[in-house]
T-cell receptor
Framework: DTGVSQNPRHKITKRGQNVTFRCDPISEHNRLYWYRQTLGQGPEFLTYFQNEAQLEKSRLLSDRFSAERPKGSFSTLEIQRTEQGDSAMYLC????????????FGPGTRLTVT | TQLLEQSPQFLSIQEGENLTVYCNSS?????LQWYRQEPGEGPVLLVT?????EVKKLKRLTFQFGDARKDSSLHITAAQPGDTGLYLC?????????FGKGNQVVVIP
């Protein structure tokens, strides 16, 4: 399967713990995006990378959130000191830079903070 | 902030019926995408429309882009249970996609 993959698919954690999610994009895509989706809402943009460079971060991405893409391939999203409001589906997508409108999404990581 | 308004938010129909859902914006789209999302999965790209008045068909799904490029509709003919899902419209701009809240469609066998 050459689509976008995300791990883990589900994560349950206690408030205050740190969590890390991984995204493996489609190999030919050098753009990688992170979105967050809560119940009853569409996905909301968090941040994106072109190769290893993080080019933009949304105001939704508080200081407790950090994303990396060290070698321009896979990416990780870490949330420190999780809060109940962080409970959501975290989606990763990838695209070619000239085709921002054609983003291919992974299956997401469902985070539940208890 | 959701800049795209999708209606109706929820629609339940019987198998074999037709349905139409809508996506509207107060500003012009350079392009508009429709995605379908099933529970527990990521959105899957269905179509991109670019030209005002454009109509695209994907099997029993017909997508129309408004002449003024401010709105779009998705029509499903003879809906089947496999069409059940959350239909999301999105606009590309500023290196990201901005989504509406979606149209939740349930097709009852």
């Amino acid at each position: 399967d050459t689509g976008v993959s995300q791990n883990p698919r589900h994560k349950i954690t206690k408030r205050g713990q740190n969590v890390t999610f991984r995204c493996d994009p489609i190999s030919e895509h050098n753009r990688l995006y992170w979105y967050r989706q809560t119940l009853g809402q569409g996905p909301e943009f968090l941040t994106y990378f072109q190769n290893e460079a993080q080019l933009e971060k949304s105001r939704l991405l508080s200081d407790r959130f950090s994303a990396e893409r060290p070698k321009g391939s896979f990416s990780t999203l870490e949330i420190q000191r999780t809060e109940q409001g962080d409970s959501a589906m975290y989606l990763c997508a990838s695209s070619f830079p000239v085709r921002v409108y054609e983003q291919y999404f992974g299956p997401g990581t469902r985070l539940t903070v208890t | 902030t959701q800049l795209l308004e999708q209606s109706p938010q929820f629609l339940s129909i019987q198998e074999g019926e037709n349905l139409t859902v809508y996506c509207n914006s107060s500003s012009v789209f350079s392009s508009l995408q429709w995605y379908r999302q099933e529970p527990g999965e990521g959105p899957v790209l269905l179509v991109t429309v670019v030209t005002g008045g454009e109509v695209k068909k994907l099997k029993r799904l017909t997508f129309q882009f408004g002449d003024a490029r401010k709105d779009s509709s998705l029509h499903i003919t003879a809906a089947q249970p496999g069409d059940t899902g959350l239909y999301l419209c999105a606009r590309a701009g500023n290196n990201r996609l901005a989504f509406g809240k979606g149209n939740q469609v349930v097709v009852i066998p």
